[in-house]
């Protein structure tokens, strides 16, 4: 009956721990784009609502696009590789920050409600964390000046912040509450990465080898086709054609 109760409260502390950090998450892209927004003079509302509609719209890909997971050779079976965050990148940059980190969270939403968590929600807060860590800082680089070559550069930044992000979140944060919430000895999660590269012998190893390896596969991959098509959809995005 104890271990059930720590079990419960376990997993209450972590969905506030969630929501706190989608909290924080959106409160950043909504003060920086206010303030952007007031700098340039744009009095377009952050969030219109043909702004929430497109929202919802892309959160379904994105969701659709999270549950299409794919495995790769570098990493343990926990880690997979998805296209996830392409809708969320193109709605960043078409709508803005806010815009971006809903699509994000709405996108875990769906995923679950039609496919439930095999992680615990563990692996839905390492999306969205990292997934803003690549859209945040590029959407928002992006809002000073839109052209291609800024978009370029703020894809770079944006898949080393990811890169960067995920690697220590992953090492600081989500390994150990991996490892909390289903019982398991840290170095049994090593043991699952050692079997796929002997190489990785440590948490340190493991995030530098697979996680970094992922992130830089994933924002890689999510920025090049983002910017061979965005410039072609987003006069439709925006209602301009």
């Keep these: 009956m104890n271990d059930l109760f720590m079990s419960l409260k376990e997993n209450v502390v972590f969905v506030f721990e969630f929501l706190a950090i989608v909290v924080a998450v959106f409160l950043i892209a ?5 303030y952007l927004h007031r700098k340039n003079n744009d009095t377009e509302r952050i969030l219109s609502t043909r702004k929430v509609a497109m929202i919802g719209m892309f959160s379904a890909i994105s969701a659709i696009l999270m549950i299409l997971e794919l495995p790769v050779f570098f990493a343990p079976g926990f880690y997979k590789f998805d296209f996830s965050e392409l809708p969320a990148l193109i709605g960043a940059f078409a709508f803005g920050p806010v815009a971006g980190v809903m699509i994000e969270f709405v996108k875990i939403i769906i995923k679950v409600l039609f496919k439930g968590t095999s992680t615990a929600f563990v692996g839905e807060l390492a999306n969205f964390v990292v997934g803003c860590s690549l859209l945040l800082p590029a959407s928002i680089i992006y809002l000073f000046r839109k052209n291609k070559k800024t978009a370029i550069t703020a894809c770079i ?3 080393l912040c990811m890169t960067v992000v995920g690697t220590l979140f992953n ?38 080898m697979a996680v970094a390896p992922l992130n830089i596969l994933k924002g890689g991959a999510v920025s090049l086709i983002t910017i061979l098509i965005y410039k072609k959809l987003s006069g439709i995005l925006k209602g301009s054609h």
């Design 30 to 34: 909504y003060l920086i784009e206010k």
């Design 157 to 159: 930044v944006g898949t």
């Design 171 to 208: 090492a600081v944060y989500l390994l150990p509450k991996f490892a909390q919430m289903f019982g398991m000895p840290m170095e049994a999660i090593i043991e699952m990465g050692t079997a796929v590269n002997p190489h990785i012998t440590s948490v340190t190893t493991l995030v530098m």
